[in-house]
């Protein structure tokens, strides 16, 4: 069965702009969270998307947002791009929302902001 | 607020010698507490998840262990290979936006950066 894809692997972009980033879940999963990396804060959780509604979101600014499509893929969107917000995007899978589910990770997508 | 620290944030082994890495948490209302492993540019694989105290899972040269309060990941006779960050998140209660008792995202430690020597 294939992994969490995520799509680009890595993107340089300059402040004030926006980017959207985008996961393939793993086949037959149908919830997804997004989590932002950086060798200060570590793992953050940012939200979770599932049967196209964001179910939980962390403390993060509104710029930060995302969606589900019907088929389970999502996308996540940060606009107004800032220095602070450089670092490793990760997607990860679940099957479902409503139990304790291991979630598994893509293998991110690096964003650097100059 | 849910935390979870681990120790120590970085431990160099040499080859064969083992050890435990820790991880304590305050959660409210745990639902799952996860063990993963991160190599350089990866995004984190998927170890171990415990869901109540007392409960212990194995695989390899690795065994997972769980209390109230806290986790340990023993390694036992490690190999180079074994040489990685390895992360320990938990799985809270339910949050903000959900009513039907789902699960929350999770919450993790800064990770311990493993490095076994030959």
């Known amino acids: 069965k294939a992994g969490v894809t995520q799509t680009p692997r890595y993107l340089i972009k300059t402040r004030g702009q926006q980017v959207t980033l985008s996961c393939s879940p793993i086949?037959?999963?149908?919830?997804v969270s997004w989590y932002q990396q950086t060798p200060g804060q570590g793992l953050q959780f940012l939200f979770e998307y599932f049967s196209e509604t964001q179910r939980n979101k962390g403390n993060f600014p509104g710029r930060f947002s995302g969606r589900q499509f019907s088929n389970s893929r999502s996308e996540m969107n940060v606009s107004t791009l800032e220095l602070g917000d450089s670092a490793l995007y990760l997607c990860?899978?679940?099957?479902?929302?409503?139990?304790?589910?291991?979630?598994?990770f893509g293998p991110g997508t690096r964003l650097t902001v100059l | 607020e849910d935390q979870v620290t681990q120790s120590p944030e970085a431990l160099r082994l040499q080859e064969g010698e083992s050890s435990s890495l820790n991880c304590s948490y305050t959660?409210?209302?745990?639902?799952?507490l996860f063990w993963y492993r991160q190599d350089p540019g990866k995004g984190p694989e998927f170890l171990f998840t415990?869901?109540?105290a007392g409960e212990e899972k194995e695989k390899e040269r690795l065994k997972a262990t769980l209390t109230k309060k806290e986790s340990f990941l023993h390694i036992t006779a490690p190999k180079p290979e074994d040489s990685a960050t390895y992360l320990c998140?938990?799985?809270?209660?339910?949050?903000?936006?959900?009513?039907?008792?789902?699960?929350?995202?999770?919450?993790f430690g800064k990770g311990t950066h493993l490095i076994i020597q030959p």
């Open positions: 415990l869901y109540s």
């Open positions: 990860a899978s679940s099957q479902t929302h409503w139990r304790v589910d291991t979630q598994y």
């Open positions: 086949s037959g999963h149908r919830s």
């Open positions: 998140a938990v799985q809270p209660r339910a949050g903000f936006g959900d009513s039907g008792g789902g699960a929350d995202g999770l919450t």
């Open positions: 959660v409210s209302g745990l639902r799952g």
